[in-house]
């Protein structure tokens, strides 16, 4: 986008949440967008941002941010109809009914949250991965009810399926299509939002059930990986060799960043080295990069040697929590080799996401 275009005029719905700060803090200097309309509850409407957020971030609330006012989430409240494209930090119990109002309000909405992400026409976009799905909203305007003439939606994945899939991408683009893929999380805290897990239940401990969530990254992997039909209308879910995945997912005492210690089999009789699976991960560039948006990492993943790594706390902060982290890269004696990775659940997992998908759409046309 030439410096010289005005700056589009964006909307976060949720504003109040764990991802909805992280979206005000991400997109308070960026390049592209500017912060004209908070949605969030019925709590919160109508009050200065300030005074109704519990703001958990280690910058300050932005100045300018402070005293808007927080609206109702419609489309015909103040602001939001001037708005080119909204970001979603919705709960799920209500971003279905709202994201369909925006959409169709002919709004664009840019969404974190699951309620769309398994429908046939609505892009389920990983920033790092997969944005040859983007194209897919041309004939959602048309087939989704309402059609439309502007709004669309597109999603973004689940957090920890957003760790997951990257590095399983930059495997499939270097040796081919996977055959089976067994992944176990360590899940940061904030991924449950803000209150979220009791610190009773999550201090000296560790909880190995996470609700939907190994579905969630078992369903949604495929369809990230996948293509889109010949006919542009929707996605083959990876149909031509379909990956065999299972998830086992534990909520741990960590306050931001999601780890996946992850196996994986190659469909290919001869598995690559080590050697070449390191080079294929630091190699590993997409979309993003290439179109050159201003969120995308300048490595998408980041190979760490040190046995011990990558951990939460050293190394969710790399590109601005905006790449995915590996390491321990070593033969699997089930499947063909192993390998950990992380993820900022917060930033690439959730907001991140949003905003480079967004990025992107602008830079393709998709936002004018
Ligand atoms: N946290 C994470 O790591 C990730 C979260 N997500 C998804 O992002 C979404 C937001 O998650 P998170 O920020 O953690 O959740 P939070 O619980 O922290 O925030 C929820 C937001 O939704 C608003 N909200 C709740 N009820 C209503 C309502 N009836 N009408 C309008 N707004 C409402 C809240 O407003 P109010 O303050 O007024 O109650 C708040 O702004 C969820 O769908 C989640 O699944 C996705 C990836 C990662
Ligand atoms: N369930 C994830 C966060 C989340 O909200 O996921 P989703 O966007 O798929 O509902 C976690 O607890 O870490």
């Known amino acids: 986008m030439p410096n010289s275009h005005p700056k589009i005029k964006v909307g976060v719905l949720g504003a109040t949440g764990t991802v909805g700060q992280r979206f005000i803090q991400l997109l308070a200097t960026h390049p592209y967008f500017v912060i004209h309309a908070l949605g969030a509850s019925s709590r919160s409407a109508g009050q200065e941002y300030a005074q109704v957020t519990k703001w958990k ?13 927080v609206q109702e989430c419609k ?19 209500v971003a279905g009914d709202i994201e369909f109002a925006f959409r169709a309000a002919e709004l664009i909405v840019f969404s974190n949250a699951k309620n769309y992400r398994r429908d046939p026409v609505v892009p389920l976009m990983v920033p790092l991965v997969n944005p040859h799905h983007l194209p897919v909203v041309r004939h959602q305007q048309t087939t989704l ?12 994945a689940n957090c920890s399926t957003t760790g997951v899939v990257v590095p399983l991408a930059a495997l499939e683009k270097a040796f081919g299509p996977l055959e089976t893929v067994m992944v176990t999380t360590l899940q940061a805290i904030s991924g449950a939002g803000y209150p979220g897990v009791s610190s009773l239940d999550i201090m000296d401990n560790v909880v190995p059930y996470i609700g939907s969530e190994e579905e969630k990254i078992e369903w949604e992997t495929s369809k990230i990986l996948g293509g889109v039909n010949d006919d ?15 998830a086992n997912c534990n ?11 992850v196996s994986v089999k190659f469909r290919r009789e001869t598995p690559p080295s080590l050697e070449d699976i390191r080079k294929a991960f630091a190699d590993y560039t997409c979309e993003a990069q290439t179109l050159g948006v201003p969120s995308a990492p300048p490595q998408a993943i980041v190979v760490h040697d040190a046995p011990d790594r990558p951990q939460p706390r050293l190394d969710r902060d790399l590109h601005n929590g905006a790449c995915v982290s590996v390491g321990r890269i070593r033969p699997c004696g089930v499947l063909d080799v192993k390998f950990v990775c992380l993820v900022d ?3 690439l997992g959730a907001a991140t996401s949003s905003i480079m998908n967004a990025e992107i759409a602008v830079e393709r046309g998709y936002i004018v």
């Open 75 to 93: 489309p015909d409240a103040e602001g939001f109809s001037e708005c080119g494209v909204v970001f979603s930090g919705l709960d799920h119990d």
């Open 57 to 69: 971030l280690a910058t300050p609330i932005p100045v300018f941010v402070r005293r808007m006012i």
């Open 232 to 246: 542009g209308k929707g996605f083959d879910h990876h149909a031509h060799a379909p990956l065999k995945i299972s």
């Open 145 to 156: 009810s309402p059609p439309t003439k502007k709004g669309y939606i597109v999603t973004n």
């Open 251 to 261: 909520r741990v005492p960590v306050i931001d960043g999601h780890t996946a210690c």
């Open 345 to 347: 659940n917060v930033r």
